[in-house]
């Protein structure tokens, strides 16, 4: 187990080099691809600051408060977008290509190989532009430092993020059924827009239900919501625990679909 | 993570011209002239981009459904700023207009949004494939344009049903229909701005005979304008002198304007006034993009073979 385990750590590591060098020798690229990433923060902020200009609170947060909860939701997309998206997004070519045929055949796990083949290093630096705003809005809204509330916001980021990748392996997966899937990047940016506002906004008798439907059946509401809120608000152990767990049961049920998913695999055009 | 729109990842080649080479008449036949012949090629054109689209129709309807979460994100996160301001007057706008405003500008990007049109045109000119608008009687501005339209007009019957259906659910967020001139004034600048946004897109494509590569250009022009176009908040809402500078711009056509003119926030001479300066900049970007392709052709050397 931990034998196999440091294998494939090994694995990520000469893949995420092996990529890294790749990305540096287009390097004008790179420097693009981090410039629409710092334009496109710097809307969010300007978006934001537009609307604390008009008022205090949104949805009981107020402004360096909200503005973490943005810094934590970049730096979590940051990561997924670093190490998932683009592999996840060539999955649905792979399919309809046939090309995922060389892939089944090497001998590791195959989620592996999909999941982790490319490191995205263009949109690594959000992970660290979050931390920034994340940083500044501490500051703004004058934290004390608490170890319980760093240590749990570590834990619930980590198991957010493996939320989040679950649902996108479950939506990648649809791809094997659907030939051609569209983008899954627009699918994704689609879906995330649940994550993307606090927990607090879905209220109402129709929001609440949908609020809870995206809390306890397709948790993507706990992704940034509860590392952003044990952070800054409330530390509510409960949140915390049901973070945890919703991240296991997602990340065993997202291993099965994807597993069921390649045995209906056709291997279309070869 | 940029919006959806940026990503020109989401672009589809625009199908061979000769796709419509299949047709056995048209093998056949020697070219014919005259402008009811022109009518005919582009119409044709477009009939081949339609059943393209219609092709894959359960991802279609799982996009269409998936399109409507930010909808509704959008509209509860709204509802919690006017409910934290504690009034119900933003910069002019109820929390009623606000809505209704963010649900039209949906309706204004369907026109004038262009997925994939510049890093099309971008690429033809890299791989060199562009020469078979050169060798065919064909102009390629002309073939993009009708198969836009295709496409534009199949996601609009497509999206009827679905957006008819959430405009009748959010039917509280408006008063009523306007009346017809200004329904009249709506529709001009809906079809204003899908010319603008394409002669505008066009013409970024373009800059692809200077540098082989504008897909790094696009991701900027794209994300800047999901913001200056009035696409994420109305641009009344932004401090002076943003709004004014933001107002003069061309990009408002593509989201911000259209949207105005349904809620009646503009009206009488100054909704003619800006109809006729949406149209200058339509006509405008078409002459840029007319320039810059003969510019271009000058230069170009059809790579590829």
């Not at chain 2, 009939?47 to 309807?61: C, G, I, K, P, Q």
Request: positive net charge; glycine residues 6%.
């Amino acid at each position: 187990m931990l034998a196999s385990l440091s294998k494939y750590l090994r694995m990520f590591g000469h893949l995420a080099r092996y990529t890294l060098t790749r990305e540096l020798s287009m390097r004008g690229n790179f420097l693009v691809k981090v410039s629409v990433e710092v334009i496109w923060l710097g809307i969010m902020v300007a978006f934001y600051r537009t609307v604390f200009a008009r008022t205090s609170y949104v949805a009981s947060w107020s402004e360096s408060e909200y503005f973490f909860f943005v810094g934590c939701y970049f730096a979590l997309n940051g990561l997924i977008e670093t190490l998932f998206l683009e592999n996840c997004n060539e999955f649905a070519e792979l399919v309809r290509t046939g090309d995922l045929d060389f892939l089944l055949l090497r001998p590791i796990d195959e989620q592996f190989l999909i999941s982790f083949r490319r490191v995205d290093w263009g949109t690594f630096p959000n992970i660290l532009m979050g931390a920034v705003l994340m940083g500044i809005a501490l500051v703004q809204k004058g934290w004390t430092f608490d170890p319980a509330r760093v240590a749990a916001f570590f834990v619930t980021f980590a198991a957010g993020t493996v939320i989040a990748y679950s649902c996108m392996l479950v939506l990648t997966s649809l791809s094997v059924w659907l030939v051609r899937n569209q983008s899954l990047m627009e699918m994704w940016w689609l879906f995330t827009s649940l994550a993307r506002y606090p927990r607090e906004i879905y209220k109402g008798p129709w929001a609440a239900a949908l609020g809870d439907v995206f809390t306890f059946l397709i948790p993507i509401l706990l992704v940034s919501n509860v590392p952003a809120n044990v952070m800054v608000r409330v530390l509510d152990p409960a949140m915390v625990a049901l973070t945890v767990v919703s991240s296991i049961l997602l990340l065993w049920f997202s291993r099965a679909f994807f597993q069921h998913a390649l045995r209906s695999y056709r291997s279309a055009s070869s | 993570m940029t919006p959806p729109d940026a990503p020109a990842a989401t672009a589809d080649p625009a199908p061979m011209p000769d796709a419509t080479v299949t047709d056995p008449d048209a093998v056949s036949a020697p070219p014919r002239r005259g402008p009811a012949a022109a009518v005919r090629k582009y119409a044709r054109i477009l009939r081949v981009s339609l059943v393209e689209r219609m092709t894959y129709r359960a991802d279609f309807l799982i996009g269409t459904v998936l399109r409507f979460l930010p909808l509704i994100t959008t509209i509860l996160l709204w509802r919690a700023i006017y409910e934290g301001a504690g009034r119900d007057n933003l910069a002019g706008y109820k929390y009623r207009e606000m809505i209704a405003y963010l649900l039209l500008t949906n309706i204004s990007r369907m026109f004038s949004s262009m997925p994939g049109l510049a890093a099309g045109i971008a690429r033809e000119v890299r791989e060199g494939t562009l020469k078979r608008y050169l060798i065919q009687p064909v102009d390629m501005i002309g073939y993009l344009l009708s198969y836009r339209v295709a496409h534009k007009l199949a996601y609009i019957t497509m999206s009827f049903l679905p957006y008819g259906l959430l405009f009748y659910i959010c039917r509280g967020y408006f008063d009523g229909f306007p009346g017809p001139a200004t329904m009249l004034a709506y529709l001009a600048s809906l079809v204003l701005a899908f010319l603008v946004g394409f002669y505008f897109e066009a013409a970024v494509g373009m800059v692809g005979f200077w540098f082989l590569e504008v897909t790094s250009l696009l991701y900027i022009v794209m994300t800047l304008n999901f913001f200056i176009s009035g696409h994420m908040l109305p641009l009344d809402l932004l401090p002076q002198p943003w709004a004014g500078i933001l107002k003069a711009l061309p990009f408002q056509y593509m989201a911000y304007f259209p949207a105005v003119v349904f809620l009646r926030k503009v009206t009488g001479w100054e909704l003619a006034s800006h109809l006729l300066l949406e149209l200058a900049w339509a006509v405008g970007f078409m002459l840029l993009c007319r320039a810059l392709y003969r510019m271009g052709l000058r230069r170009y050397s059809a790579y590829g073979g």
